[in-house]
């Protein structure tokens, strides 16, 4: 079992900037994948970022390329997403996943492809 916990969410107005955390405990951090998800209101989750098990590869989605930034330390069995350039449409719950190591990368964007999910921390971006 992996049990994730994100924080770092929180209101912010349009183009301020957040860091979300999402701490790791129980199995082997470097054995996962890691990626973040976000649900709106009456919306699908969908993919935000994803970054390889030694955080050499990451993966964004077309809406947050350029403004979102995830990375992760090993050490400290943590992922990060760095969220610049806010805008009110990325207001959602924000969710880390894991993914086993061995796991195809190519369904790295996909929910099903993650073992393991956290509880989700809001993020709202309003003027």
């Known amino acids: 079992q992996v049990q994730l916990a994100e924080s770092g969410g929180g209101l912010a107005k349009p183009g301020d900037s957040l860091r979300l955390s999402c701490a790791a405990s129980?199995?082997?951090?470097?054995?996962?994948?890691m990626g973040w998800f976000r649900q709106a209101p009456g919306k699908e989750r969908e993919f935000v970022a994803v970054?390889?098990?030694?955080?050499?590869?990451?993966s964004y989605a077309d809406s947050v390329k350029g403004r979102f930034t995830i990375s992760r330390d090993n050490a400290k069995n943590t992922v990060y997403l760095q969220m610049n350039s806010l805008k009110p449409e990325d207001t959602a719950v924000y969710y880390c996943?894991?993914?086993?190591?061995?796991?195809?990368?190519?369904?790295?964007?996909?929910?099903?492809?993650?073992?393991?999910w956290g509880q989700g921390t809001q993020v709202t971006v309003s003027s």
């Open positions: 996943a894991a993914m086993e190591r061995g796991s195809s990368w190519i369904n790295s964007s996909l929910r099903g492809a993650y073992n393991y």
């Open positions: 129980g199995r082997t951090f470097s054995n996962y994948n």
């Open positions: 970054v390889s098990w030694g955080g050499l590869t990451t």
